[in-house]
């Protein structure tokens, strides 16, 4: 079925130094891959978003890969600071507004 | 722009009972899907209406069922709840332009159901 597996679970990091997160997909058909970013207590926050026609996407600090072949795309934060602490959520449009999400990794940034 | 609303933020229920959830998508936006978000299962798709039509519908049992008024509100129910439908309900909308299904969804705050 419809699946997306995301790593790491949990990613803790020192300010100024890089973050990435891994995620796979298993429907080949997804054509649509957003990151929400998701502080505790808050909703869901889209921060950048990735289509199957795109391989790679960046806004400042932050940017998506995307490799179709092997149904992997990543999340790259540079620079990171300790706003950027939160839970990240890959996932992936299989039709319609039906998302697929990823478990979330915890990202922890140190001062 | 006002963004998407739910109502009521939280809810206390008990088993067997029934509940209604509300969700205003933002301005101009035509559809609205549901997510079900708890520590042991993530965030899991629920349904999608447009057009007060369902769309989409995920791997939930019938006792979890929706539906969108013309003014592109969409409500969903829970009926017999159970301790496992403790959960917090997200609702998000996103416009309907051709490639309607590579658009940003933005999410609401949610209802915070606890069952007792």
């Known amino acids: 079925g419809e699946n997306v597996e995301q790593h790491p679970s949990t990613l803790s990091v020192q300010e100024g130094d890089s973050a990435v997160i891994k995620c796979t997909y298993s429907?080949?058909?997804?054509?649509?891959f957003p990151w929400y970013k998701q502080e505790l207590g808050k909703r869901p926050q889209l921060i950048i978003d990735?289509?199957?026609?795109?391989g790679e996407k960046k806004d400042q600090r932050i940017a998506v890969t995307l490799n179709k072949t092997a149904k992997h795309f990543s999340l790259h934060i540079t620079e990171t600071q300790p706003e950027d602490s939160a839970v990240y959520f890959c996932?992936?449009?299989?039709?319609?507004?039906?998302?697929?999400f990823g478990q979330g990794t915890e990202l922890s940034v140190k001062p | 722009k006002a963004g998407v609303t739910q109502t009521p933020r939280y809810l206390i229920k008990t088993r067997g009972q029934q509940v209604t959830l509300s969700c205003s998508p933002i301005s101009g936006h035509r559809s609205v899907s549901w997510y079900q978000q708890t520590p042991g299962q993530g965030l899991q798709f629920l349904f999608e209406?447009?057009?007060?039509?369902?769309?989409n519908k995920g791997n939930f049992p019938g006792r979890f069922s929706g539906r969108q008024f013309s003014n592109s509100r969409s409500e969903m129910n829970v009926s017999t709840l159970e301790l496992g439908d403790s959960a917090l309900y997200l609702c998000?909308?996103?416009?309907?332009?051709?490639?309607?299904?590579?658009?940003?969804?933005?999410f609401g705050d949610g209802t915070r159901l606890s069952i007792l």
């Open positions: 209406y447009f057009s007060e039509t369902q769309r």
């Open positions: 429907d080949s058909a997804s054509n649509y």
């Open positions: 996932a992936a449009s299989v039709g319609g507004g039906k998302l697929i």
């Open positions: 990735i289509r199957s026609n795109v």
């Open positions: 998000a909308s996103s416009p309907l332009p051709r490639e309607a299904h590579r658009q940003p969804q933005h």
